[in-house]
């Protein structure tokens, strides 16, 4: 893949988890600066994770392009939040196309940086997830990982051990890792379609409804 | 030590505490991949932060071997939680073998890598509470390393300072550090059974009544 | 600015944010183990996230001095917790000075390390406003920093911004870093003082009032 190329899409992952941040905000009745910190950490935050466990100066700093998409996800929300909110399934849209990237681009660097497949599989699902994740801890919500009616990390660890198995079996490419990443968007957006979901943490079913401990 | 055997007491510890996070995603009611999540947080939370602050590579992605026990408390969780949960002192057990086990091991990991004494021992004490922390805090709830009525935290810095002073003296060996881990384990025990706690962080104890600020 | 200088304005400045978690551990009636660990977090936590993106061992655990501080914070708060509280401000303005040198001295030490422009500055912003956070995410509240009655966050980019562009212009000196400290210090006084705010994360200003997504 084309360094152009990838730098492009990698952009728009976050811009697009960046937008769910800076809107996340607006409705918590942040101010602007709010809206482009909670923005900033939920797009860059999970490559940067990813980069410290990587060794390497995090992309978000290294490469100072990585500022814009928070700035503009914080002005479109800002002027065009009404418009934003009549298509809530857009805006979810959006987290999906980031989910897909970051899952796969963040296996990738790790492979490119010799790590061992199954901790590049486990990095490419921390990058995917993480920004979301922090978001929500910063904005002290319950995080949308963990709701148990969305599907949200699995189409994140299929996308992330689906393009690490064609990396070790020497067929990674540009077009696999576009492929995949369409993959995992399709996976992700049929999921919220059809209210996909999987088994509970317990067997026991009842064993939810009791008092947290 | 030997490293085999170093190695079995971490993956023990990681599971003791990866068990703790899939056991409060069941009680959240999570699903199967939430629990995963969580518990692995919680079991390789404290080392990732700990080989993060010490600018190696953490051993959760070094060794794969480490994803292990976390799925393996996932599916204890998923098929045994009323057992589990029958014997709810059996989990504050096996809580303080990981605490026990994480706070020398992470003290004598830093030593190892050539860290000062100080920054060590607080090494130490970031291994063995850091998990339950990350556990807490992406869970939403008020960490059980705060919970005045608890002494979580003494245990472990007992311990870490107790083996980096042996470090230090150059009386460390295996045997020591199998000694301080059972004596941190028997404290932790034993503060939980007889209810032990220190004075309140304000001298003017009605300071706690009033409203959060 | 003299090694000696740096240091003591930076003990200060950690100084002045543990307070701020101690006593927040006391309203919440944490012990004083708790109270040394929240104000540890918060006073070290924004020094230790610039390092690690940085690449270098955090100073907290590079140097041991820096544990003296929120050490000094939990036995003040321990003894004098109703006189610190009397004068509210005062904690205010402990906080304000706090922010003032980290932001300044966080985008300096990046400079110094060879980090570009636009990180050095986003890094100085890290470091005056990231314990705060951390303190907040951790005793499970709304983090400050979103507050958006409070311009937190501006003076730090301010007084972070500035200070980077003095250095690119090749006119920083340690006379330059503490009128700035002092320029961002007075900033954020007189912005509490006189309720200064910025627009919301959303033009349109009903928004905020809809219920959280």
């Not at 410290?52 to 800002?78: E, M």
């Not at 963990?146 to 690490?164: E, K, Q, W």
């Not at 995992?184 to 379609?193: D, M, T, Y």
Request: net charge neutral.
């Amino acid at each position: 893949m084309d360094v152009t190329w990838s730098l492009i899409l990698d952009l728009l992952g976050t811009f697009f988890f960046a937008v769910s941040g800076s809107l996340l905000a607006a409705r918590r009745g942040f101010d602007i600066v709010g809206s482009l910190l909670l923005g900033s950490l939920t797009g860059l935050g999970g490559g940067v994770m990813r980069d410290l466990v990587l060794g390497v100066t995090p992309t978000a700093f290294a490469q100072p392009i990585y500022l814009i998409p928070p700035l503009a996800a914080a002005v479109l929300v800002f002027f065009f939040v009404r418009p934003v909110e009549r298509f809530p399934r857009l805006l979810l849209v959006f987290d999906a196309a980031g989910l897909a990237l970051f899952c796969t681009t963040g296996a990738v660097k790790a492979l490119e940086l010799g790590m061992n497949p199954v901790a590049a599989a486990l990095l490419g699902v921390m990058t995917g997830v993480g920004g979301g994740l922090l978001r929500d801890v910063v904005a002290n919500r319950d995080p949308q990982l963990f709701n148990p009616r969305d599907l949200y990390a699995v189409p994140a660890m299929l996308g992330a051990a689906s393009i690490t198995a064609l990396w070790v079996a020497g067929w990674y490419g540009p077009l696999a890792e576009v492929l995949i990443a369409a993959l995992v968007f399709a996976f992700r957006v049929l999921s919220l379609r059809f209210k996909w979901h999987i088994p509970s943490a317990a067997l026991d079913r009842s064993f939810g409804d009791r008092a947290d401990g």
